[in-house]
């Protein structure tokens, strides 16, 4: 998404809106995999995870992790030399360093773990940030204001929302759903969202575009409602990993400049 994505950490306040974009982006994408789901619309018990179809072997699981047959799977590939196929030789490289960075970070962590605390305040700070209200908000994104203009006009003549998303939003995560993002924290909204839509009642659209670095929205308050901020508990994994990530980003900042030194 360009406009509203998902963090539960504090950012640079320094930086323009776009910069805490994509720095964003960058946490999230890290650690993913095991953000808690905080959509007020789902039970707090997460859908089991589908097994995928490609393999409807029985044991396939267990054959497959079987260290007898991946040796024999590895002599034949050797036999047939596929190890020495330049492409295949860039992959090994790349899995290679994908497991030491993995183990680099594993033990740096075992080395430099995150103090609980600091999760506990962070999540104490997010909670009073919240508070009870949770936002449903759609949104068409365009590249300069001429465009956001123009919507935004053709929404003032009457114009369904919904299908202007579907023709003009360069967001492909959130244009074939007429611009729907769902139920949002504020948490999980950038400063300059927070501000137009707490001027909004529920329908209405401001009577200008937001203007971003890179992009234009037009932004409308579908629903807003209360619920219960998850707890602790709820968010502890997620609160340390991006703290985790934190780090990470700092440690990875230390040694580009090392590297321009």
Known sequence: MLGLLPTFFDLDKSSNP??????????FSCYQRIIVNTNPNQ???????REPDNL?????RDLMNDPKITAKILGR???LKLDESPTIQVKLVEARAKVLVDAYWE???RKHPIDE???MSQYQNLKQMNGRDVFRIRQIVVQDITSATDVLQQLKNGASMEILAKEYS?????RDNGGDLGWRWRSELIPPVIELIDKLEVGEYPDTPLA?????????LDDKIQRNFPSYEQMKTVLLNSLRAQVVVAELKKMAESLDS
């Open 18 to 27: 776009t910069c805490e974009i994509l720095h964003r982006r960058f946490i």
């Open 43 to 49: 039970t707090d018990q997460a859908a089991p995870q």
């Open 56 to 60: 409807n072997v029985p044991m396939s």
């Open 77 to 79: 590939a050797t036999e």
């Open 107 to 109: 033990d740096y962590f």
């Open 117 to 119: 605390l600091q999760a």
């Open 170 to 174: 360069i967001d492909t995560n959130s």
């Open 212 to 220: 971003l670095e890179h992009v234009c929205i037009v932004l409308r």
